[in-house]
């Protein structure tokens, strides 16, 4: 489930579940959004990105949802391995890349 | 994939002294370098954005002559941290813009200012 830490909210699943992570973002203009992992101790790493124009966009095992309407991104993550457990950031673009909050991933066996 | 590397990765510092972070593009050409602070359990913030041959351009908040930003070509960008202090002490992620638009990240730079 979710819990809130004391700046990262933190999802725990189980190794084989389908992970979703939400963010919300703020500026109504930015024209393109980009998922990061973040492992601890390294810089954000790249997942998948989606363009303002579309809804869906799919990548290996990894699937990001963008309603513009409410102003909401999310990451799915099928089959969660234990190597998907990082810090994963949402960003968006407009002019500049602003990174919203991060949702720490906890995988267990 | 492109490639951005940042050196040292680790840094220890005496209050007071000034601390500087190279941010280079190693197989592309980056016109624009971000250079972003993250504190424990925290997001990555924006501190400024530099462009080859022009002054940076910093965020609300960042002193632009505690943290000096030199974007000399179009591979190197540095971070100075003047007289720097523990509340300094931060992990500093660079980044780097291609042609293509295309940002990529460096590894991070952990500074502990004593």
């Known amino acids: 489930g979710e819990s809130v830490g004391l700046h990262l909210p933190t999802l725990s699943v189980q190794e084989g579940d389908n992970s979703i992570i939400n963010c919300a973002y703020s500026?109504?203009?930015?024209?393109?959004f980009i998922w990061y992992k973040q492992e601890s101790g390294k810089g954000p790493q790249f997942i998948i990105d989606i363009r303002s124009n579309m809804d869906k966009r799919q990548g290996q095992r990894v699937t990001v949802l963008l309603n513009k309407t409410v102003k909401h991104l999310s990451l799915q993550i099928a089959a969660t391995q234990p190597g998907d457990s990082a810090v994963y950031f949402c960003a968006e673009v407009y002019n500049k890349l602003i990174f919203g909050a991060g949702t720490r991933l906890a995988v267990h066996p | 994939g492109a490639v951005v590397s940042q050196h040292p990765s680790r840094v220890i510092c005496k209050s007071g002294t000034s601390v500087k972070i190279e941010c280079r593009s190693l197989d592309f050409q980056a016109t624009t370098m971000f250079w972003y602070r993250q504190f424990p359990k925290q997001s990555l913030m924006l501190m400024a954005t530099s462009n080859e041959g022009s002054k940076a351009t910093y965020e609300q908040g960042v002193e632009k002559d505690k943290f000096l930003i030199n974007h000399a070509s179009l591979t190197l960008s540095t971070l100075t941290v003047t007289s720097a202090h523990p509340e300094d002490s931060s992990f500093y992620i660079c980044?780097?813009?291609?042609?293509?638009?295309?940002?990529?990240f460096g590894p991070g730079t952990r500074l502990l200012v004593l």
């Open positions: 500026n109504s203009a930015s024209d393109y």
């Open positions: 980044s780097a813009k291609s042609r293509l638009e295309t940002q990529y």
